[in-house]
Every structure is written in structure tokens, then in C-alpha cells.
């Protein structure tokens, strides 16, 4: 017998629903598997989190079952949740998501808020034992507390939880691997304070390690985004010595491999499905509207609006980028709804001073925020866009280095002292892009309902609708 044990891990993360990539993944992980295995070697094939957005119409039509339909054709075996599957998805609809999985979904970290207990569509660690190797899987995700309380889930701060679970299956395994969707700067921490953590298989920041790392004797190793790469960790476990001997990691591009008939096949069924089921008219528009990212739009503004009637808020605010394709004329499906809005982004209210709205409204108008490029937390689009408002009328200096002269709110002239409830998006309270809204109070996120929900339920009030197409800025010439 051989001294030396070979643990193969195959891992993906951040798919975000781009299955165009999955049937060549699904030949890396079956024809790898096949022959480490001919060769008497140990595989495991993970999934680290966000494998569904709701951004993609088969994801969107399914509630992301299509994509455990494409996780169970590829092998995988294990998987933990990214928050595009914990709180894009209702708690009724993630109850849902796995039960026809046929692999073990993993959260450390997750708990049901009132029950105070496991998913019932997970277990918070697994041992999996090969003849003569056992490895434990823990399984952590980002907690983005507040969201996952609105959900109706319980989301435990991490670290405290990855150590107490390693230390007492430290005995009980050969090798730990964390599956990981916190992110890169997390997982090199956690690999800094955990002892006994063997392995970190990471998500969630998108970054591309080709080798991997080694920090204080844990290897962090992630695959960048969408399937571009299939990461594969190597280890050598020595029986005599009992302890691990090799630890290497390396990436296999995806486009190398042939695509997957059969799954191809499946893939393209369910997007004839999807397509029956999202493009049916639920209504109709009387005008178009129309997208602008640089300017104020009757589009903008009905958003604006739809946000701060479904918050209860005195005053309406969102950016123009979240709009990506034109609402025409005549009959409007949930579909156009989604290639429109395809955002997995909800409302929030929180409650400003008067002097806190006009800095975050000055800040906006600038040509570097209107034109500024984003990324992440949950937005879809390119930029940040013109700021659509409602329940204010503004007006402002326009040019190259716009100013705010005046603001009424709901027709009274802004107070600086002066608390105001304001609707917009959560996305805002996660990139940090206006300072003055982190510095309000009295947060309220508004879960489930994305914003194309939203958008689905108030485009039949022909007032909101004909009151969007009414101005909100006023442009002065600079004197």
C-alpha cells in the first residue's frame, strides 16, 4: 500500500447563473473524477455559493431550481449557499430550493429564526469518509444580518463559529475544508485566526488565485467568476505520519472542455419553458418608457416613485443604472420586467435630516457619480446613473460642476433639522457610495420583493405612471 493518500477537490463558485459555461464544467468534473478514480485516488466536487441569479430567465422561472437541476447532472456532491441564494430567494422558496438535490448543502452558519434550528434543507457540517482518508466539510456564508432577519433566517458572525466547529471535529477528521462564501479578505483572515483549518475553498469577491495561497498553514484557493475556471486543490495525506504531506492548487480553464450533450440539452428545455411561462402580458402601457442614464426620465422617475409608495415613504430616490432595457408600448410581461430590471435589489427606507438628503442629493448630480461604473451588490448594470427623485421638485445649477440651489419636499422648502423618511435601495446601504444614507436611522429593508416585484405591482396605477412623466429637476444656467 502506497504511504501517501491523493485528495483531489474540484470547486466552482459564483456561477451567477451563467449556464452557458455549465455543460463544459460538467465535463471537467465527470472526466477528472473518472480518471483520479481509475487511478484509486480520493474525489470530492464542491460548489461555493451564488451558483443562481435571479438575473437569468430559467433561474428567474424556476426559483433556481433549474440550476440544482444542472448541479445534480453534473456530481456535484457539495455545496454551501452564496446570499444570491439566501436572500434573493423568499424563506418559503429557499425551504423549497433543495428538495430534489442530490448532493448535501452545507450551512455552518444558518439558522431559522424562529425555531432557532437547522434548515431542514442542510446540515451544518459533513464527514466524509473515503477507506482510509476522512474529511469534514464546513460551510459558511456572508452574514448580511439585517437582510437575513427580514427573511425570516438567523445568520451567525462566522469566525466564532468556524472555530468552535473545527476544534471539536479536529479529532474526529483528517482534513478540514472550509467552503467559504465570504469573500477574499475574510478567508485570509479566518485562515490567520482558525487552527486546524486545512483547507479554504472560497467566493463571493470573484477573484481569480491561479495557485492558490498559503496562510499560516491553511491554502485559500477561489475561481474567479461565471465559470471561467474549475479549481482544483491537490492533497497528500502520509498514513504513517497521519498528517497531510502536499497541498497545491491549480486551475483548469473551462472553454478546454467539450460541452455535455445531455445537460446542454436539458439546459435548453428549461429556457423554452422559461420563456413561455415570463413572456406573457400581465397588462398593458399606454406610453413607452424609456431608459437614460445621464439625464431625468419619466422611467427614473415612476422607479422613484413605485419605491417611496411601497415604503411609505415621504420622498422617492434611485439611480437611473438600475434601468437596462426601454418599457414599450402595448402588452408587459414579467419577462420584460426582467431583462429590464434584472437586479436581485430590494427597497429600504431610512430616515434622513434634511441637511444629510442635500449632501447626498449634491453628491449625486456630479459628473463623476452620474458616470460612474459599479460593481457588485447585486447590481447588473454599468453605472451609477442620474439620480431619479420623487416627492421632491430640485432645482440645480446645471454644467460642469453642478449645484444645488433649492429643494421642496412634497412642496415645502427643505429643512436642513428636519427628519424625512426616505425610500430607495438596498444596494446602497452595502457600497458605501453615499456616506449620508449610512448616517441615517431607523433602516427598514423591505424582503422579499425584488425591484421588478415591485415595479410589477404599481405599473397598473395610471396616476403613479402619469405623474412620472411630470419634471423633478429643474436645470439653471450657471449665471
Known amino acids: 500500500m502506497a504511504d501517501t493518500c491523493t485528495l483531489h477537490l474540484l470547486h466552482t463558485n459564483d456561477l451567477h447563473s451563467h449556464f452557458a459555461t455549465m455543460p463544459r464544467i460538467a465535463t471537467c468534473l465527470r472526466t477528472c473524477r473518472e480518471e483520479w478514480e481509475r487511478s484509486g485516488d480520493c474525489v470530492l466536487t464542491v460548489d461555493i455559493g451564488d451558483h443562481m441569479d435571479r438575473m437569468d430567465i430559467k433561474s428567474e422561472a424556476t426559483y433556481g431550481k433549474t440550476n440544482v437541476g444542472v448541479m445534480n447532472r453534473s456530481g456535484y456532491q457539495y455545496a454551501t449557499i452564496g446570499n444570491n441564494e439566501g436572500i434573493t430567494l423568499t424563506k418559503e422558496k429557499l425551504d423549497q430550493l433543495y428538495e430534489e438535490a442530490m448532493f448535501t448543502v452545507i450551512t455552518t452558519n444558518l439558522h431559522d429564526a424562529a425555531s432557532c434550528t437547522q434548515p431542514q434543507w442542510a446540515v451544518p457540517y459533513t464527514i466524509h469518509e473515503f477507506a482510509d ?5 464546513l460551510g459558511v456564508t456572508i452574514p448580511f444580518v439585517s437582510s437575513y432577519r427580514s427573511m425570516g433566517w438567523e445568520i451567525a458572525e462566522p469566525l466564532p463559529v468556524i472555530q468552535a466547529q473545527v476544534a471539536a471535529l479536529r479529532s474526529q477528521a ?10 477574499y479578505q475574510t478567508d485570509c483572515w479566518v485562515a490567520q485566526e482558525v487552527d486546524g483549518l486545512d483547507v479554504i475553498l472560497g467566493a463571493h469577491t470573484h477573484h481569480t488565485l491561479l495557485h492558490g495561497e498559503h496562510i499560516a498553514g491553511t491554502l485559500v484557493a477561489q475561481t474567479g467568476r461565471f465559470g471561467e475556471y474549475v479549481g482544483h486543490v491537490k492533497l497528500g495525506w502520509d498514513r504513517d505520519a497521519k498528517r497531510l504531506a502536499s497541498v497545491s492548487a491549480e486551475l483548469f480553464a473551462t472553454k478546454d472542455y467539450p460541452e455535455d450533450e445531455q445537460l446542454r440539452s436539458f439546459i435548453e428545455k428549461e429556457q423554452e419553458a422559461a420563456q413561455k411561462k415570463l413572456f406573457h402580458p400581465f397588462t398593458n402601457l399606454e406610453h413607452d418608457l424609456q431608459v437614460g442614464w445621464s439625464e431625468e426620465t419619466a422611467f427614473g422617475s415612476f422607479l422613484a416613485a413605485s419605491i417611496r409608495k411601497w415604503t411609505g415613504a415621504e420622498i422617492g430616490l434611485a439611480n437611473g443604472g438600475l434601468l437596462l432595457a426601454d418599457l414599450h408600448r402595448g402588452g408587459l410581461s414579467f419577462g420584460d ?4 430590471i434584472p437586479h436581485p435589489i430590494s427597497a429600504c427606507a431610512v430616515t434622513l435630516t434634511g441637511e444629510q438628503l442635500m449632501s447626498m442629493l449634491e453628491q449625486s448630480i456630479q459628473p463623476e457619480m452620474v458616470h460612474r461604473e459599479l460593481r457588485g451588490y447585486g447590481f447588473r448594470g454599468k453605472v451609477e446613473g442620474w439620480m431619479a427623485v420623487d416627492g421632491l421638485y430640485i432645482r440645480y445649477i446645471a454644467g460642469e460642476h453642478p449645484h444645488i440651489l433649492e429643494i421642496e419636499v412634497n412642496g415645502k422648502p ?5 427628519e424625512y423618511r426616505v425610500g430607495t435601495v438596498d444596494m446602497f446601504m452595502y457600497n458605501r457610495l453615499f456616506p449620508d444614507l449610512l448616517q441615517g436611522t431607523h433602516i427598514q429593508f423591505f424582503l422579499p420583493e425584488t425591484l421588478r416585484e415591485v415595479i410589477a405591482r404599481t405599473v397598473t396605477d395610471q396616476a403613479l405612471l402619469q405623474n412620472a412623466f411630470l419634471p423633478r429637476w429643474e436645470p439653471v444656467p450657471s449665471p
Do not use: E, P, T
Open 133 to 137: 482518508l476522512r474529511v469534514a466539510l
Open 174 to 183: 483528517d482534513v478540514i475544508v472550509l467552503l467559504s462564501h465570504l469573500g
Open 337 to 340: 420586467l426582467l431583462q429590464s
Open 414 to 418: 427643505l429643512v436642513a433639522d428636519q
